[in-house]
């Protein structure tokens, strides 16, 4: 029996990590920090923002999570995020994935889903 993408990615514990791992590399990012750094004088916010992701990864990649957040479009309409920051954000996840010794497959898998919701994010 094959796992699901949650499972392989650590189950919800295991995709947390991810996410903070991948969010430090958001606030060391040049391209993309500016976004980020003013989330680390407002931890709650950071922490919301965290969660939301988590369950959104979870619950899209077969976890048992139930997103309870905004769309994709909602989320990010109105912070104009452009083709290259886009890329750098894939970047900065990628390099978590890596960090957290993720499978070749589980990452296509992962790039597959970031790819599908790109037109949701740029240029709103």
Known sequence: MNKTLFERLGGRSGISIIVDDTVEN????????????????????????????????SAGSGGPN???????????TGMNISHAEYM????????ALDKNNIDEESKKDVLSILWSLKDMMIGK
């Open 88 to 95: 750098h954000v894939i970047d900065d996840i990628f390099m």
């Open 66 to 76: 139930n997103y309870k957040g905004k769309d994709m479009v909602t989320a990010h």
């Open 26 to 57: 958001h606030m060391n990012n040049p391209a993309v920090n500016a976004r980020f750094l003013p989330l680390k004088e407002k931890q709650e916010q950071l922490t919301i923002i965290k969660n939301h992701t988590i369950d959104f990864f």
